[in-house]
């Protein structure tokens, strides 16, 4: 067990739908990423946030946004959805204050887009 | 364009022997590498890093050795075991920057 939890473990949903996804990181972790692995893919950098800040940006589509909260969750949301934006959503976290690189990932959200 | 690419996309050892998963990288920015072992419906788990400044990390069973001439890092896994048996990512990222650029992955399959 990493520590970093999300949910919902499964999203089935519509195209054109919007869903929300969550992550609560490892506690003491200040900085939340979150990845997009489609099928046979690696997994996709999409958005770093540190301490309720965007930190860095990958290839995030502008359909989809995040934000980290006070409490340092994070929720990532995905609008207009597309039958490609089916894929496992990985959430990390890491305390990059102690120098360390290693990420801790939750277990993913499986999204089906029908 | 791939900046981490692991070009076999599955492996197969038997238990017992040594396990090779080579991973390569074209940005000469990249100065951290990192390891990820990944068993079916779970996130990925850190395994091993390695810092530019060096070229070889060993923790157990595991040693990371990296090439930056040739841009190339290999993760050697002495013996494998069953238990080995997931898929591997090798990630890079410029240190300062957190922004980590992850292979498409290597099944390992260790044969008992």
């Known amino acids: 067990d990493s520590g970093v939890t999300q949910t919902p473990k499964h999203l089935i949903t519509a195209t054109g739908q919007r869903v929300t996804l969550r992550c609560s990181p490892r506690?003491?972790?200040?900085?939340v990423y979150w990845y997009q692995q489609s099928l046979d893919q690696g997994l996709q950098f999409l958005i770093q946030y540190y301490n309720g800040e965007e930190r860095a940006k990958g290839n995030i589509l502008e359909r989809f946004s995040a934000q980290q909260f006070p409490d340092l969750h994070s929720e990532l949301n995905l609008s207009s959805l597309e039958l490609g934006d089916s894929a496992l959503y990985f959430c990390?976290?890491?305390?990059?204050?102690?120098?360390?690189?290693?990420?801790?990932f939750g277990p993913g959200t499986r999204l089906t887009v029908t | 364009d791939q900046q981490v690419k692991q070009n076999s996309p599955s492996l197969s050892v038997q238990e017992g022997r040594i396990s090779i998963l080579n991973c390569d990288y074209t940005n000469s920015m990249f100065d951290y590498f990192l390891w990820y072992k990944k068993y079916p419906a779970e996130g990925p788990t850190f395994l091993i890093s390695?810092?530019?400044?060096?070229d070889k990390n060993e923790d157990g069973r595991f040693t990371v050795f990296l090439n930056k001439s040739a841009k190339h890092l290999s993760l050697h896994i002495v013996p494998s075991q069953p238990g080995d048996s997931a898929v591997y990512f090798c990630a890079a990222c410029t240190s300062g920057t957190y922004k980590y650029i992850f292979g498409t992955g290597t099944r390992l399959k260790v044969l008992a």
């Open positions: 506690s003491g972790d200040l900085s």
């Open positions: 390695i810092s530019s400044i060096k």
């Open positions: 990390a976290s890491s305390d990059p204050g102690t120098g360390a690189y290693e990420q801790y």
